[in-house]
């Protein structure tokens, strides 16, 4: 008996071996990663956007301007909103990066300052664009579906030759 189960037991070996070797030969489906190409032309666009957005330096927000939106990310009326909406407490990490990354610029002059705050933003909106998001779900079509609009003129046509009978029942009281 122990050679029977100890056969059974390698032959189940075996074919658990060939599955997975079977398995990794068939090609997965992923997501098709964004490519370094299209990623720059996005930045490029956005650095264009952005430097439209902060066309001096006074429309560049200021640390103070930043550490309240950091703060107020935290807030009980958003923090709820968020837990309302989405399940969960909202992340305020990137508004608490963005204050940091204003301090670490005190040193740089204005102008400088302007520029490094465009290019951190173009970056953070092209990847973002770049990224997934919940317009994925649809393919967008070159052209309509076969049959779009459907010819219910068809149908009609062929329901309507075949006759319906309607029976009524009366009763009658003696």
């Not at 032959?11 to 489906?29: F, H, R």
């Amino acid at each position: 008996m122990s050679n029977s189960t100890s056969s059974a037991v390698h032959s189940t070996t075996d074919a658990a071996s060939a599955s997975t070797s079977t398995s990794t030969s068939i090609p997965m489906t992923t997501h098709p990663t964004p490519t370094l190409k299209r990623y720059d032309a996005i930045f490029q666009d956005e650095l264009q956007l952005q430097a439209a957005q902060y066309p001096t330096f006074e429309e560049v927000p200021g640390c103070m301007t930043l550490f309240d939106e950091f703060l107020s990310c935290y807030a009980l009326g958003p923090q709820l909103r968020n837990v309302y909406r989405h399940g969960a407490p909202k992340v305020c990490t990137t508004k608490f990066e963005d204050f940091k990354y204003c301090m670490s610029l005190k040193s740089v002059d204005e102008e400088e300052r302007r520029k490094m705050w465009i290019r951190r933003r173009a970056g953070w909106w092209a990847a973002r664009r770049v990224g997934g998001s919940s317009e994925d779900v649809w393919d967008v079509r070159s052209a309509p579906p076969a049959n779009f609009p459907p010819n219910f003129g068809e149908k009609e046509a062929s329901t309507s030759s075949t006759p319906t009978s309607v029976t009524t029942a009366t009763t009658t009281t003696t």
